[in-house]
């Protein structure tokens, strides 16, 4: 076994692995490709620590156990198993070894680490976060332990389905070929806070009543546990619902304010062929324009119907 006859020959007194770089330790990935047909050490571990090029070439060229033959194909190895295989190899020395829960390896292609998957998804969203005018915060990002790709030309490329908003988001993963096709999927997610300052509450605010500039204030709120906020703009409003002071103003809690409302002064405008007369009614409900609604004609006490024609008219033909 010629890499064993390495082992010894690095293990030898006065020439020893740790005499030549005291300290040093292995990093074994959870996630490798390996060129076959044999796994080498360096491609499955990184040093760390002093550790000068000679002796870490030589330590790279470790043969380890047999590679698949079928390119693309993965091989999952537990810690146990790999705490055997470098004992085996490396005898003492496999102490120095950092080793992962398992690790994956392929035979040919590229290997993204779930480290580095991380790192991707958390740019990817900041990156797009920018555009809601808020503070971002990403947390609780789950992604595959590793992403393998088929071929060194192969690209991971992120997307998303839907549109950013804030809360859980989904985020789709694809290994694509040079020439476009899709060969591998999987997803990862993570949590989305956009911190912003909204229009609030400054009084306690009761159904109906006409929101005003004096009766809004302002709060910095977390937009992934309050959707739908009022961006301050449109109107005028009043409230759909009540509101306690120091509350966001969401779109749930306001309305548009009716062309008519409920006893109000309108203008009630007759309109024919040859007379066009305007008198003053009152009005018996509440309506938009386009809508139909009774008046009280202020002078006669009749009550027709009209429909409403812009802010306080109403037009009965």
């Not at 024609?309 to 109403?314: A, E, P, R, T």
Request: hydrophobic share 40%; glycine share 8%.
């Amino acid at each position: 076994m010629v890499f064993g006859l390495t082992m010894l020959v690095l293990l030898a007194p006065g020439g020893t692995v740790s005499d030549a770089a005291d300290g040093w330790r292995l990093q074994v990935r959870s996630a490798a490709t390996v060129a076959g047909p044999v796994v080498l050490l360096g491609e499955v571990a990184e040093p760390m620590g002093r550790m000068d090029e000679r002796t870490w070439d030589s330590l790279s060229r470790i043969k380890l156990w047999k590679a698949s033959d079928r390119p693309g194909r993965v091989v999952v190895v537990s810690r146990a198993k790999l705490r055997e295989i470098f004992r085996f190899y490396m005898g003492d020395q496999a102490k120095r070894l950092i080793l992962p829960s398992q690790m994956a390896v392929q035979t040919g292609g590229k290997a993204v680490s779930g480290p580095e998957l991380r790192s991707r998804v958390v740019g990817f969203l900041t990156a797009r976060a920018t555009a809601m005018n808020g503070e971002a915060e990403i947390r609780d990002v789950q992604t595959p332990m590793h992403f393998f790709l088929a071929s060194d030309s192969d690209r991971l490329e992120l997307s998303m389905d839907d549109p950013l908003e804030p809360g859980r988001v989904k985020v789709q993963l694809r290994g694509i070929t040079p020439d476009g096709r899709v060969m591998k999927r999987s997803v990862a997610t993570a949590f989305l806070n956009i911190w912003k300052t909204v229009p609030s509450a400054a009084m306690p605010l009761n159904r109906l009543e006409r929101l005003s500039r004096d009766k809004v204030s302002f709060t910095r709120v977390n937009l992934a546990y309050h959707p739908d906020v009022w961006d301050g703009t449109g109107g005028p409003w009043r409230m759909k619902r009540s509101l306690g002071r120091g509350q966001p103003i969401t779109m749930q809690h306001i309305e548009a304010l009716p062309a008519v409302e409920r006893g109000e002064t309108v203008d009630l405008i007759y309109k024919g062929r040859r007379i066009h007369l305007t008198i003053k009614a009152e009005a018996l409900g509440e309506a938009r324009i386009g809508q139909q609604v009774a008046v009280r004609n202020l002078q006669s006490k009749r009550t027709v119907m009209g429909t409403v024609v812009g802010d306080d008219q109403v037009m009965v033909r």
